[in-house]
T-cell receptor, first 114, second 117 residues
Framework: KAGVTQTPRYLIKTRGQQVTLSCSPI?????VSWYQQTPGQGLQFLFE???????NKGNFPGRFSGRQFSNSRSEMNVSTLELGDSALYLC?????????????FGPGTRLLVL | AQSVTQLDSHVSVSEGTPVLLRCNYS??????LFWYVQHPNKGLQLLLK??????LVKGINGFEAEFKKSETSFHLTKPSAHMSDAAEYFC???????????????FGQGTTLQVKP
């Protein structure tokens, strides 16, 4: 089975712009979660989608949003980019997002905001 | 609320010697605990997970971890380090909010493992 894929792998944007990141989960997985990784804050949960519905959201401003499509692919969008949004954005998929399930991570999208 | 604390931000060992990466957890219920590894410029790979079955969990690449409820610990060990083990390691707990499956993982701050020749 193909793993979790994320596109693009690298992005450079300027402050004030907006960006959309894409995540394709493992076939058959319906839960997709997004995480932000920075040297200062570590790995932080952004949100989780299951069957096109956001089930859980982390403590991020409203500039961070996401959606999930009927084929379970997910996108996240960051509007009005700030320098502090520079990070590695990771998505993870699992069958249904259960507590005991393994989440499989993609390689990440590295975003640099100038 | 659930949390994990990795007790060492950096561990250095010589190749062929044992590895011990320490993790303590806090949870109001029986937790699901994981160890993930991240090599430079790579995503996260699952090493092993504990889900209330056997307390000694064996993972990939010779790693294992023991769940100790009395000590609220889930330390990761390997008998003999290899150069390829140099990476960042994360202790992780599944979040639990009432009866919901939240799909949320809570990560420790990470431990960087250095392996010297």
């Amino acid at each position: 089975k193909a793993g979790v894929t994320q596109t693009p792998r690298y992005l450079i944007k300027t402050r004030g712009q907006q960006v959309t990141l894409s995540c394709s989960p493992i076939s058959g997985h319906r839960s997709v979660s997004w995480y932000q990784q920075t040297p200062g804050q570590g790995l932080q949960f952004l949100f989780e989608y299951f069957s096109e519905t956001q089930r859980n959201k982390g403590n991020f401003p409203g500039r961070f949003s996401g959606r999930q499509f009927s084929n379970s692919r997910s996108e996240m969008n960051v509007s009005t980019l700030e320098l502090g949004d520079s990070a590695l954005y990771l998505c993870a998929s699992s069958v249904s997002g259960g507590l005991e399930e393994t989440q499989y991570f993609g390689p990440g999208t590295r975003l640099l905001v100038l | 609320a659930q949390s994990v604390t990795q007790l060492d931000s950096h561990v250095s060992v010589s190749e062929g010697t044992p590895v011990l990466l320490r993790c303590n957890y806090s949870s109001s219920y029986s937790p699901s605990l994981f160890w993930y590894v991240q090599h430079p410029n790579k995503g996260l790979q699952l090493l092993l997970k504990y889900t209330s079955a056997a307390t000694l969990v064996k993972g990939i690449n010779g790693f294992e971890a023991e769940f100790k409820k009395s000590e609220t610990s889930f330390h990761l060990t390997k008998p003999s380090a290899h150069m390829s083990d140099a990476a960042e390691y994360f202790c992780v707990v599944s979040d639990y909010q009432g009866s919901s499956n939240t799909g949320k993982l809570i990560f420790g701050q990470g431990t960087t493992l250095q392996v010297k020749p």
